[in-house]
């Protein structure tokens, strides 16, 4: 039974109300602030619950001291409510006032304890052992302090009532995006007889949607029931985490100005212009294992989006192990499907809308979807012998988005796709600070870096307002040996990033680097980090599509990040290229 607390969700009360219901919740738990504007009018607040098509679970009064008058007014409003649980908060049992539990019908009270407080009120409630009378559990109040799931087994709750699922210490946090060990959670109370409801109770302007509040519960509710046989759900059956096995291709959309100038940089990174789609005006560019397609039609969701956004990256396809169970698995989570005309001769892709309306589509080897490139597309008459630079594959996407999107993004991909991930860091922009968020499949085949910033006037600000909206903001190729790139670029005419001199001699001291070594790395504008025995080396161009650039970089000896402590000197040069 899926809940979610009015508490978490944005907007007046019959917002809360339709935004819930629309994002597939059946149940509500209304904070006691949300009655208290309806003056007691029961029947109304009732017609609204049930116009809304959903069930209040639970009644939450926020007060710390309770009279029996309010608790006899609740019994009353829930004589029409089947089964209802009034839950009051719990800092200190001995402040505890109950009425006559004998009189409030079939309604019941269940004590939610602060963890200071957690094993008195529980006593408490077995030591008056009445039917009406049970407890609730907020999973940030139980492991917020640090302590395992593993202690759930010595409360000894005789009567579980109600469960609210937070994540993050302070329970500010969805679901699998803090450090919170729900899942042990989870699957504790369901061995120890536990089939109520579960509901996602966070702080409202921590929550970015009501659409990922389902996401994150359905998703970690699907998870356990697979792993544990004895946890009953009323939930929907799902298909599992999506395997990802790389990224088969990135699409721009362009107009014939953008196009020329994003041909200009491909070129003097040694792409081969390779084939010509049959019926659109849709170029594919190839170096190793890098597919880069060039959409300039007039009609159609590129167009669109060019429309919208000027020239961004418009698509994303990836490949997984099952297309089609990947669009049920994302439609399942909330995501909804993305179809448009297909001509002929084409194939149906799979594909499905992404936060912020991107378009994402899914090839699989199962049919003819992995022959795309074969079955819609012409080979180039006019390819010429371009000696490759030795750019092998996608090392990493950029998505940067605004702050408040970047929890919607998150789940929307470790939710559908076997993928994990990182801390957050914090990036030094020379106008505040950008989140960035790692995440990865676990062979590394497809990573992705989520940045994002309050502050507008920040380098991924600034592309997040020019672009109306979230988006793409740079790509990085992988290579095998960066200096060796590094020189054939610069035959090439390729304008990298220029670094300026401090942060090499800053460099050569932190890492104790030989004269000759640094000389290497100056003269081609390229960065350095290092990590135990990993090394990491990056080289960017300068900026294009306002704000849009490419990386090229090297991993050696297994080095698992993105070059941190780089990005600060980076964002500062790119700054200044921007307002020159």
Known sequence: MLCISTNTVKGNFEEKLKSVSESNFNFVEIQSLDLLKFQNKTEEILDMIESANLRIAAFNFQNKVYSKKDILLAAQFSISIKSPILILN?????????????LIGDLKIALL???ECESETIQYVHKLNHSNLGIALNSANVLGDGTRPLRLRDLQISKLFYVQLADGVNGHLLPKLGELNLQAFIKILSRSGYYGIWCISIKEKNCPSTASAYRSLLNILSEVSISEPSAKFDIPVIP???PTTGIEFIEFAVDENASNELTKILLSMSFRKERIHLNKDVVLWRQGAINIVINKEKYGYAHEAFEAHGAIVCDMGLRVQNADETVSRAKSLGSKSFIQNVGLGELNIPAVRGVGGTIV???????DLHRVWDIEFDRTNDVEAIQPIGLRRIDHVAQTMRYDEMQDWLLYYISTFEMDKSSIVNVNDPSGIIL???IESPEGEVRLNLNASADLNTFAGVFVEDKFGAGVQHLAFATDDIFESANLLRVNGFKSLDIPSEYYEKTKKEFNLSDTFIAKLKKQNILYDKDGNGEYFQVYSKNLFDGFFFEIVQRKNGYPGYGARNASVRLSSQTILQQA
């Open 113 to 115: 304890p602060t963890r």
């Open 436 to 438: 960035s968020q790692a």
């Open 361 to 367: 589509h899914f090839i699989d080897e199962n049919s």
């Open 240 to 242: 599992s985490r999506v």
């Open 90 to 102: 719990i800092s200190d049992p001995k402040q505890i006032v109950l009425p006559d539990l004998d």
